[in-house]
């Protein structure tokens, strides 16, 4: 039977072929560390469970909840932009709750997207970032996705050779895979060049507060006059590390949110009112816990990054974000980054996603999450160790299980 016409336009999920690889090689006993998925390990905050366990005794918070958030979710939300980045938002208007930022991108891209509708898109990138459009029968043109000097000369070609002109530009930084961060004044020129050719400008800001150098990354809307043009999403998931509690935020333009809105309440009722209350004491807290999930993140990066050096694979330090963007060992470069995951698996216990999973331009890389703790992190290195000094001189000779299979 004909595939549906929206299923024809994705390509094969990539990181489905690691994951059954690694099934298969735990089934046969294997200890497979596992640095692939970025599903956080870290447990929520005990504060954050026990308002959840308080409040859900309360029957009457068993029916519907609001697809929108709460009142005082919302409000949280508003306190925590006030707080952080200096933004002031209407709650009411400026402000609505996800079912994190992955369902928020896809379901702003069906509000906005009209069939041919052109979108700027980074690559590599997180894949609902496309495909979200995609889905919604938009076209994607790609750019690069370091925020460098180059950026707007790429959006410029981007208009120019766009036809019809481009709805939207997608931003995403830090980077989800790459861990890019962008500064201010990075995101002064793209508000201006939004607004100058009618733009809207949709930002993922899931990872804003893990980051490790002193610096926190800024979000677009401090850029004057940003709101006009931009939502930004995102996420309680990495921040407080509540990844199944799937709570996330779309915030910004009043004419954007009103569509999200709209479209969220044919297609869900929101979040289990226990989870937004939740949610909205975490929002409400001291900071403590985002300081102790980053200081976690930080030191396991550090780790990662002198024994992965240590085993011989060099790693640039990400300056945020809970992964690191590894370029492959040379002499597996060639293989790209789907078989090079295939062969870590097979010989060195050791899962990580492949680049091409995030876009064509990134299949030289590999994604590794830092979602093991410091010992398993170091085992790791060791494995790959091991790995690189047998195959390295003869990668050729070393092919993946399941080219026999």
């Known amino acids: 039977m004909e595939e549906f016409h929206k299923v024809r336009r994705l390509p094969p999920y990539v990181f489905e072929q690691v994951n059954r690889l690694k099934a298969s090689a735990r089934s046969r006993g294997a200890d497979i560390i596992d640095l692939g998925m970025g599903n956080p390990d870290l447990p929520t905050p005990q504060a954050i469970v026990d308002k959840l366990c308080e409040v859900v005794r309360d029957p009457r918070t068993h029916r519907y909840s609001s697809s929108r958030g709460i009142p005082g979710l919302r409000r949280a939300q508003a306190n925590y932009y006030a707080r952080r980045f200096g933004v002031k938002l209407n709650p009411d208007t400026q402000v609505v709750a996800t079912l994190g930022s992955k369902e928020g ?27 979200g459009f995609i889905m919604s029968g938009g076209v994607i043109r790609s750019l690069q996705a370091e925020p460098n000097d180059g950026f707007i000369p790429a959006l410029e070609r981007g208009v120019r050779h766009s036809i019809p002109k481009p709805l939207a530009l997608i931003l995403n930084y830090p980077s989800n895979p790459t861990a890019y961060v962008a500064t201010l004044d990075f995101y002064k020129d793209v508000v201006a060049f939004a607004k100058k050719n009618d733009i809207i400008i949709l930002s993922d800001l899931a990872y804003s507060e893990i980051y490790f150098d002193g610096n926190p990354p800024p979000s677009v809307l401090q850029v004057p006059g940003a709101i ?28 954007l949110i009103a569509a999200l809105t709209r479209v969220k309440s044919y297609l869900d009722y929101g979040a289990f009112t226990p989870i937004q209350v939740a949610a909205t004491a975490a929002l409400n807290g001291d900071g403590s816990d985002i300081e102790e999930v980053r200081d976690i993140y930080h030191k396991r990066r550090d780790v990662m990054v002198d024994a992965f050096s240590r085993a011989g694979w060099e790693i640039p330090a990400p300056a945020a974000t809970m992964f690191a963007w590894a370029p492959i060992p040379e002499p597996f470069k060639h293989l790209g980054s789907l078989e090079f995951s295939k062969l870590l698996i097979e010989h060195a216990d050791v899962a990580v996603a492949p680049g091409i999973g995030f876009g064509e331009h990134g299949d030289d890389y590999v994604r590794l999450a830092l979602v093991e703790n410091e010992h398993r992190i170091r085992q790791a290195a060791r494995n790959i160790k091991k790995f690189l000094a047998t195959t390295a001189k003869q990668p050729n000779n070393v092919v993946p299980l399941a080219a026999h299979r």
């Open 105 to 131: 991108f896809a379901n702003m891209a069906q509000a906005i997207t009209a069939p041919g509708d052109v979108v700027l898109c980074p690559d590599p990138t997180y894949p609902i970032h496309a495909f």
């Open 228 to 255: 006009d043009v931009t939502v930004e999403f995102t996420s309680m998931s990495k921040t407080f590390s509540m990844p199944g509690w799937r709570m996330g935020f779309a915030v910004g333009n009043e004419r």
